[in-house]
């Protein structure tokens, strides 16, 4: 009977339990979690539309050959250089000796024969005198001032000779400009016939010669010629197929077979908007940028362009000066 009771008791207290539950409060419902997007956090950096100049160009290259380069050599040969009056980049002037052999015999005979070429323009002029003081008796004079005439004509082209043999054996300037080459140990050494021994670069142009002609220059266009880190102000020039660079009165001259850069333009766009070429995006044939909308969501634009410089884009539509776009 006991045990009857005891296992009735466990039952009800079973059957209280599970309807019990009924009175538990409901399970609270999970929270949705937040969608992250994957911008969120993105850090970019900006461009901003600017104002100014759009050029583009190209580069020709050239070599500083000196076009005006004089390679001055010794007329005569075999003889012994007895001076040498310039040194590695001395400036000269046209018609300066520059260096010579020894002429001292020479000098002298010209010396003498200018006594004796005075001598006889004073005896000329003394006979035209007399001839003109007494005209009637003159007959004498005249024959001695023909005869004298015919002497002093022959003194002149004897004083001529001289000279010539004196040039002969000088190298002189033909411009001027600036020595850029001398033989070493000139002084004392033999001459021959046509070899370079002093070489003189114009003073007033500097030349730089294009590898190959370039349809997109033009006879007398400016170009800007760059050697290192030196800009030349040059005007083109064609001789022939050949195209030159000139640079009139530089400052300082390259070295001759020095490399240079011929910068053409090619076109300039001058107080436009510009943006740089690396934020613009080329999209169906349409030009577009990116930039971050009122969401602070990365958003596309498209956009007018004009002249496509070295290293900014003409902008002629769709932003303003100062808009910022993105540029990574």
């Known amino acids: 009977m006991e ?3 005891i296992i009735g008791l466990l039952c009800f207290s079973l059957s209280v339990s599970l309807g019990g539950c009924g009175l538990l409060p409901k399970e609270e419902e999970l929270r949705r979690t937040p969608v992250v997007r994957d911008f969120a956090g993105a850090s970019y950096n900006y461009a901003k539309v600017g104002r100014g100049d759009v050029i583009r160009t190209k580069t020709v290259r050239c070599l500083f050959a000196s076009a005006k380069e004089e390679q001055l050599s010794f007329a005569v040969g075999s003889e012994k250089v007895a001076s040498v009056f310039v040194s590695l980049g001395d400036t000269v002037k046209e018609g300066d000796v520059l260096a010579e052999t020894d002429t001292e015999g020479l000098r002298a005979e010209l010396k003498e024969v200018g006594y004796d070429i005075k001598r006889e323009e004073l005896k000329i002029k003394h006979l035209k005198e007399l001839i003109s003081a007494d005209p009637d ?8 001032l023909d005869e004298l005439s015919n002497t002093h004509e022959f003194t002149l082209l004897k004083k001529e000779a001289l000279q010539e043999k004196i040039s002969e054996r000088q190298i002189t300037a033909k411009t ?5 080459y001398v033989k070493s140990e000139l002084k004392g050494s033999i001459t021959k ?3 370079a021994v002093i070489k003189v670069v114009s003073g007033d142009e500097c030349y730089f010669t294009a590898e190959k002609p370039d349809p997109d220059v033009k006879d007398g266009d400016a170009v800007e010629v760059m050697v290192g880190s ?3 102000e040059t005007i083109a020039k064609y001789d022939g197929d050949t195209l030159y660079f000139v640079a009139e009165n530089a400052a300082e001259q390259p070295d001759v077979g020095s490399r240079g850069n011929a910068n053409i333009v090619l076109g300039k766009a001058e107080d436009v908007l510009y943006l740089p070429n690396t934020v613009i995006r080329s999209i169906g044939g349409k030009k577009a940028v990116y930039y971050e909308n009122e969401d602070g969501l990365k958003d596309l634009k498209y ?3 004009g002249l496509e410089g070295d290293i900014y884009t003409e902008i002629t539509g769709g932003l303003s000066f100062g808009d910022e776009v993105l540029s990574n």
Do not use: H, L, N, R
């Open 3 to 5: 045990k009857k009771w």
């Open 137 to 144: 008796g003159a007959a004498g004079y005249k024959v001695s």
């Open 176 to 180: 001027a400009g600036t020595v850029s």
């Open 193 to 195: 016939v046509g070899e």
């Open 230 to 232: 030196v800009a030349y």
């Open 303 to 305: 956009i007018d362009t």
